[in-house]
């Protein structure tokens, strides 16, 4: 059976299970940007962000060969990535901080957008996503981890439960509280 563009994650990851490393690369580029931003804004830290997405992949790479569908990809890797932070806060000695500036104080970055918007727009955005960083930021961990693994890992509100260990309901009330205190605080800047 061959893959291609169009094909679902679960498809791609099967191959790659068997040896094809082209659909792994498909996989990979799909994802990194979402799992970075994930990983970033659950640390302080961009080397750390980097390491821990770095051992994501080794994570996925070594456990291909067990690899079995039953649920989507998307909770699978996040369910590494977030397994891959437990264990980081866990070595530090550290409950999980969430900042999304580094150590230096500079906000984690995106990968650069190619599009130029006229000045005066790209000022007033680049307020509204630094006022929604920290927002973010300020969000209780459990509602923050909720509202990244939806807007960066693209979950389900079933799919962030399964990667979280938690109950349907506490996963929505969680998203439900987190859009809430984020709605409302842009309000109260505008």
Known sequence: M???AESTDEE???HYREGDAGAFDV?????KGGLYRYLA???????VADELFQDVWMNLIRARSGYTVQARFTTYLYR???NRLIDHYRRSGRT?????????GELVADPPDEREPPQDEALDAKRQAERLLGLIAELPEPQRE???????????????AEATGVTRETAKSRLRYAMSKLRRGMQEWR
């Open 2 to 4: 061959a893959w291609s």
């Open 12 to 14: 791609l990851m099967l």
């Open 27 to 31: 996989l990979y580029a799909r994802h």
């Open 41 to 47: 804004r659950q640390c302080r830290s961009a080397a």
């Open 80 to 82: 590494l990535a977030r």
């Open 96 to 104: 999980s901080v969430v900042s999304l500036e580094q150590e230096d």
């Open 146 to 160: 909720a509202f990244l693994l939806q807007q960066e890992g693209g979950m389900s509100v079933e799919e962030i």
